[in-house]
């Protein structure tokens, strides 16, 4: 067994459902390197993003708390004082970098480019390297600033996902050189979110009329031509970030880094891409909350843990999950769950691990195609749903019998019980984190 302590790497997009992947059988795109991932590793095929907005999402990322505990909504800042996961590993002797999208400096787009905004040093999470930017929806003039020698924004060459995974290989290479010290590195990448724009090699792979569309996308004319050529634009994205993460286990094999680095693939939340009639984000149907979590690497466990397992992995698990990893207790101000018992032998799953998973929109952002109002919900371990708007039933699903959400059981005296039965788990779940939020009457 190799006593070396272990590297992580997380590699994540932004709107990455979770369904838009070759092995998640989505018919429409090619995702090999994904999906070699997903075979020799773990995939927690029921995570969701429990904020399923980017901000939120990432707060909740970086210190393991939930959004009403930290960065509750658009535009808001993580703030000061409050550690991130870069803490722990420092503390345990690793070298952290994060490279690409941060947004968690507040700041405000009506003020200007958050792509030209500088986020001062004390205001990176405490990483020892930080190269990115604050936010950016033009992929193919994509600013950065930071690293190591604190320079100001300058223009990337090309396309986002190719010019950062540039920079994210050369960091490896350089991690390579030094292998005695492990390391914690993140890449944060904008697409696949819009404007759907890929490189032209990828762009010409696909084409709107031959996309085939999800099953609940109504049958309007303005929704379905909306959702096939964003969905040409989408796919061609994905596929592009697939050949990068090609780009970056090439390099760790060529460092000799691959046997000894963990590498997580997820996203911040999912895409609507007009199933249900919806766009974007901030809605809890599956399309916007399910995001891919594929647990992989090279680290040679013996009796390591694969497949595919139905747990419902929260944003709040991922920075416990990667200490975990490296053996690294989570620290107090953590909230959420430890999975890295499901790749690691040694590491047993958690005993108290949660029957469901906690989402939530703490305060809408009032973009057109988003939901306008707050709510809050689950997501069961057995398979069912429930959100609540405040004081109103919204939602109730049986995903098992129902997996694309077409029938609404909210409002059906039929299901009373099991409408009271979902709600009283989720009035326990905004008790348990200090949420507030007024439930309906029942």
Known sequence: MNKQRPNVIWVFGDQHRAQALGCAGDPNLHTPNIDRLAAEGVTFTAAVAGTPLCCPYRGSLLTGRYPHRCVPGHEHPLPPGQPTIAAPFSEAGYHTAYFGKWHLDGFREREGRAALHVVPPERRGGFDEWLGYENNNSQWD??????KDDVPPYRLPGYETDALTDLFVAHLRERGASPEQPFFAALSLQPPHNPYIAPPEWMARHTPGRVQLRPNVPDV???????????????????????NLGRIRAALDETGLWENTHILFFSDHGDMHGSHGQFLKTSPWEESIRVPFILGGGVPFYGVKGGRQAVPLNHVDVAPTSLGLCGIDKPDWMMGTDYSGYRLHERPPPVDEPDSAFLQLVIPTGHADSTDRPWRGIVTRDGWKYIALEGQPWLLFNLNEDPFEQVNLAHNTRFASQRRRLQERLSAWIHDTGDHFTLPEL
């Open 142 to 147: 994509c600013w950065v600033h930071g690293g």
């Open 221 to 243: 004319p303005r929704i379905v031509d909306r959702a096939r050529r964003d969905l040409a634009g989408y796919y061609a994205m994905i596929e592009n970030l697939d050949g």
